[in-house]
């Protein structure tokens, strides 16, 4: 800067300043570091808007880019984006269970982007439900009747039953939006394992809870002695 003086008389520059310009970082973001989610995620930050009553024009965010990433904190690979002008956002698409990294960054009304939040680290576990029938160590007489109970939001369940405590093979396996489920097939004698995981609607499946063992043995029928 210079002065300039009446008959356009200007005296020398003053003394070159350096100043940095950025657009400010967002805070309150939420799910926050280290948080376990076991719904789709809702992710949120404060707004950063106009608030002055004074007439004096002052920084608002025109939008917001949201980035998540699956287990990469550098964020090389998205698997989430969107721009809103929203301070909230829920996916429309589902969240395989895993570890997540989200951040989000405010763009002004030419484009231009902020420097993204911090990352922030969350788990993405859906419930499991309870096993409710037949129960750990029980008999069967026959073929027996799976029962579990319902977990809200699950578009369906998938129950696995096997003779190994690994479930490979399967002996049987079906996915069914009830809560309980009778196999159309006699099991043979023997010890099975079962278990159940939610479905979610893009049909990505939840944890399996700890598995069941049961035994089935089938009717037995006693002829009398006779003796001639």
């Not at 964020?75 to 395989?96: L, M, N, V």
């Amino acid at each position: 800067m210079k002065v300039r003086r009446n008959g356009n008389v200007a005296n020398e520059w003053s003394t070159v300043k350096q100043f940095n310009l950025a657009l400010p970082q967002l805070s309150g973001l939420s799910p926050a570091n280290d948080a376990i989610v076991n719904r789709a995620p809702t992710f949120c930050w404060n707004p950063l808007v106009a608030n002055n009553s004074q007439g004096v024009p002052v920084l608002a965010a025109y939008k917001y880019r949201v980035q998540v990433s699956r287990g990469d904190p550098t964020f090389s690979t998205i698997y989430d984006s969107i721009e809103t002008e929203q301070t909230c956002w829920t996916p429309t698409k589902g969240y395989d269970d895993g570890t997540y990294y989200w951040r989000v960054a405010m763009m002004d009304g030419q484009g231009r982007l902020g420097e993204y939040t911090a990352a922030q680290m969350f788990t993405k576990q859906y419930p499991i439900t309870t096993l409710v029938s037949p129960t750990s160590g029980s008999t069967s007489s026959g073929t027996p009747k799976f029962v579990w109970t319902a977990v809200p939001g699950a578009a369906a369940y998938r129950l696995e039953v096997s003779t190994a405590p690994t479930f490979a093979p399967l002996y049987d396996s079906i996915t069914t939006h009830n809560i309980q489920f009778m196999p159309t097939k006699k099991y043979a004698d023997g010890t099975y394992y079962w278990r159940v995981a939610i479905v979610d609607k893009d049909n990505k499946l939840g944890p399996f809870n700890d598995a069941i063992i049961i035994v089935c043995s089938g009717f037995k029928v006693y002829l009398p002695l006779v003796i001639r």
